[in-house]
């Protein structure tokens, strides 16, 4: 047994089951990292700390678990730089790192319609407009094409001019799929723009009905659905003379509008 009077131990865990004990002539040995008198292992906190007090002797001083695992790591210098060192925040009380901004991805609304380049009847023209912003009963959005290049333009000049918006009832939106403002139709999507124009075509020229044909269509498709008319309502064939002749002024109509400029 160790008669020092002023003698110094701690003890700390290892691991499961193991315990680690250190016993220091003096609190002043332990800080300046002296050797150990004595050190050993137990299997559990109470061992450990009735062999540290057996070997300190009586009068020993207890120190934090924090000298013995400083020393079984290289020293008890260490102990003493993570008693001066502030203790990290929880987990909780930290700030949250800032994430960086990012611009929220712009959505459109798409005005379409069939196009009035000359060769290209039947063909659908569609056109995004960017969403300014939404209230519960409107939907406002750029009376400007939006433009691919705006994001770099406005980098480039400065800010952005003001936004001139025009609005668009959200609920005739949702229940028809598409709005009607100042002559033009506007969808939620591309697809149903597309699909929206073909339909209006397909009913608005009696000769879709006359040749069972629709939108999309081409002078092909057209010449086709003809021959076929033709065969099945020819009077030689046994067919009626006014439904041929329809079958025939529909056709004409046809390749007339595909012959044409412009929109009707």
Do not use: N
């Not at 290892?14 to 002043?28: D, H, K, P, T, Y």
């Amino acid at each position: 047994m160790i008669q020092d009077e002023q003698a110094a131990y701690a003890c700390c865990s290892v691991g499961i089951g193991r315990w680690c004990w250190v016993v220091w002539a003096s609190e002043s040995d332990a800080r300046e990292g002296a050797k150990a008198l004595s050190e050993g292992y137990e299997k559990t906190a109470e061992s450990a700390e009735k062999k540290a007090g057996e070997s300190a002797g009586a009068g020993s001083r207890r120190l934090p678990s924090k000298w013995a695992s400083a020393y079984k790591r290289g020293g008890a210098a260490r102990a003493e730089d993570a008693e001066a060192r502030p203790k990290p925040k929880s987990r909780l009380s930290r700030r949250a790192p800032a994430k960086p901004s990012v611009a929220p991805r712009p959505t459109f609304l798409y005005a379409a319609s069939e196009s009035e380049q000359a060769g290209s009847r039947g063909e659908v023209v569609v056109v995004k407009h960017r969403i300014v912003r939404q209230t519960t009963g409107k939907i406002y959005i750029d009376r400007e094409p939006f433009r691919e290049e705006e994001p770099q333009a406005e980098a480039a000049d400065g800010p952005a001019p003001k936004v001139r918006s025009l609005a668009v009832d959200r609920e005739t939106l949702r229940r028809e799929g598409r709005v009607l403002h100042h002559g033009s139709y506007y969808y939620a999507s591309e697809e149903k723009g597309i699909r929206g124009v073909h339909a209006d075509l397909t009913s608005r020229h009696a000769w879709c009905a006359a040749l069972d044909i629709g939108f999309p269509c081409s002078t092909g498709s057209i010449k086709a659905a003809y021959r076929r008319l033709a065969r099945e309502k020819h009077p030689d064939a046994g067919g009626d003379p006014a439904e041929f002749q329809a079958v025939e002024r529909a056709y004409r109509e046809a390749l007339a509008y595909f012959s044409s400029d412009g929109v009707e």
